[in-house]
Every structure is written in structure tokens, then in C-alpha cells.
């Protein structure tokens, strides 16, 4: 069986429709524009490179300022939920949840709108870690793209933190950079 080849134009043609593709897909995933307001849905997505007010920082930034003690690390993955159905008496034990030494954990805090409950242990959970200094430098994080560390950052800025980072790489980036992780549990709720 003989294989019939495609004339050299029409393969170069084919390979540069390809390449645009590539470039334009990739293009598209390094200029996701910042809203307004908040995220409000679809969390795990392509995140912006910017998020205006705050510093956006890459892997080896994050850890420079994390072994220097440059600031206060603050995770916002939320919690897993209990799944839905188990019985009322079933044992039920969390995933645990492994993130950059030092943090502290303020789960449910980077939704893009909050109950009341949710605002206030966040705006608590920030006081007590920054010992109400809102010029204290702080690093907002969850996973790699993931919205919840880009508006919980948002969020503190909008409550007056001057010193705002934004590690969009998360734990996984941190991670794959072959840097410690540590089991953390969340804040306590103190309403």
C-alpha cells in the first residue's frame, strides 16, 4: 500500500494553521482580564496575571519571602463538605489539608460573595494574624488557578490591607518546586 503524501504547501499550511492555534489558545490563557468585582462561580479556571493593588508573585518569590518571615501566608481552600447523604451518625474525617508552612488556614473565605459569618471570620482571621497592623505583608494563596486566593486577596485590599500578595501558583506550585508542605488545620471560628 502506497501512502499518499499532502503537496509541501498544503503541509505548510496545515503546520502554520496548527501553530496559530497553539499560540492563540496560549495567548488566551495569559490574558485573562480581571473583573470588576469578584469571581462568583467556576473557581478552578485560568486566572488573571494581574490583580490591580496587590503584587503577583511566581514560585521562587513566594519562597524567598516565606524563608526570610516577610509575611503572613494565608491559605483559603475551602474545606471538602460532607458528602451528601451520609447518615447523620456516619464518622465522617476530613481530607487533610497540606499547605506552606506557617500559614494560617481561612477556609470558605474566597468565594466570591460571603454570608456575614464567612466576612467576619475572615476579617477576625486576618486581625488576629496580622495583630491588627493592616500594613503587615500578606500572602494570599489556594491552588494553581484557582480564583478563591484572587478574590480573598481582592477582599483584603477592599478592607484596607496595603501589603497584598497574590501566589496564584498555590501549593502546586510550591509543591512541584520541591518545597515542604506541613498538615494544617483551619482557624478556630470565634463567634
Same mark, same amino acid.
Given at each position: 500500500m502506497t501512502r499518499r503524501? *499532502?503537496?509541501?504547501?498544503?503541509? $505548510?499550511?496545515?503546520?502554520?494553521?496548527? +501553530? /496559530?492555534?497553539?499560540? /492563540?489558545t496560549a495567548a488566551a490563557a495569559e490574558t485573562v482580564p480581571e473583573p470588576d468585582g469578584y469571581r462568583m462561580s467556576d473557581f478552578r479556571a485560568a486566572v488573571p496575571a494581574t490583580l490591580r493593588g496587590a503584587r503577583v508573585i511566581d514560585t521562587p518569590q513566594a519562597f524567598?519571602?516565606?524563608?526570610?518571615k516577610a509575611a503572613v501566608f494565608v491559605d483559603v481552600l475551602p474545606r471538602p463538605p460532607r458528602? /451528601? $447523604? +451520609?447518615?447523620p451518625d456516619a464518622v465522617w474525617r476530613d481530607k487533610p489539608r497540606f499547605d506552606i508552612? $506557617?500559614?494560617?488556614? =481561612?477556609?470558605e473565605t474566597g468565594y466570591g460573595e460571603l454570608a456575614?459569618?464567612? +466576612?467576619?471570620?475572615f476579617e477576625s482571621g486576618l486581625a488576629r494574624a496580622t495583630a491588627e497592623d493592616k500594613s503587615r505583608p500578606l500572602v494570599f494563596y489556594c491552588l494553581a488557578d484557582c480564583w478563591m486566593? *484572587?478574590?480573598?486577596?481582592?477582599?483584603? =485590599?477592599? +478592607?484596607?490591607? #496595603?501589603n497584598v500578595s497574590?501566589? #496564584?501558583?498555590g501549593t502546586d506550585g510550591?509543591?512541584?518546586? $520541591?518545597?515542604?508542605?506541613e498538615p494544617r488545620q483551619p482557624e478556630l471560628r470565634l463567634d
Open positions: 503524501r *499532502w503537496p509541501t504547501g498544503v503541509r $505548510g499550511f496545515v503546520a502554520a494553521i496548527g +501553530l /496559530a492555534l497553539l499560540a /492563540a524567598a519571602i516565606w524563608r526570610d458528602p /451528601a $447523604g +451520609l447518615p508552612p $506557617g500559614s494560617v488556614w =481561612l477556609p456575614p459569618a464567612a +466576612l467576619h471570620y486566593s *484572587w478574590n480573598a486577596a481582592k477582599r483584603a =485590599l477592599a +478592607l484596607g490591607y #496595603s497574590w501566589f #496564584s501558583r510550591w509543591s512541584a518546586a $520541591g518545597h515542604p508542605l
